[in-house]
């Protein structure tokens, strides 16, 4: 593969894209493995409460994941504005940065939440959680 960019924030850029692409991929996986566990639920004919919890805590997992991709995504947008503007800035430092602006606990609990309720998150897990309250109301 050749970088449109060989220098070292380019090496930075493509390296950071692809892991964001990968973070894409885990997350199709883990709506279809909330959606399997669902299914399989309802055939074991489980406590709704149970299945409530462990789709509230595959939601919280997806949230989890798309935040760290959400910090992948801040980095390559730096990294693009500083070889657009030529700058020369040290490549390689999405931790450092990250540690030097990591919010406190109350902080990555917000960022968390935020993410959970973005709609590419969320679905399709609102429509589960409300077809298991569905199905426990009407049964």
Known sequence: MTLPDASPLGH???????????YEKTSLLSKL???????????????????LLLMLVMWLQEA????????LGERILQIEQHIAAGA???AYQLHSEWRASRPGLAG???????????????FPYVALVAITVAWYLLA
């Open 12 to 22: 930075e850029w493509a390296v950071l894209q692809h892991n964001h692409e990968q």
């Open 33 to 51: 493995g909330v959606i399997a566990l669902f299914v399989a639920c309802l055939a074991l004919s489980m406590d709704v409460f149970v299945m």
């Open 64 to 71: 989890m994941l798309r935040t760290s991709q959400s910090r």
């Open 88 to 90: 020369q800035v040290p």
């Open 108 to 122: 990555l609990l917000t960022e968390y939440g935020r993410n959970a309720l973005r709609p590419t998150v969320a």
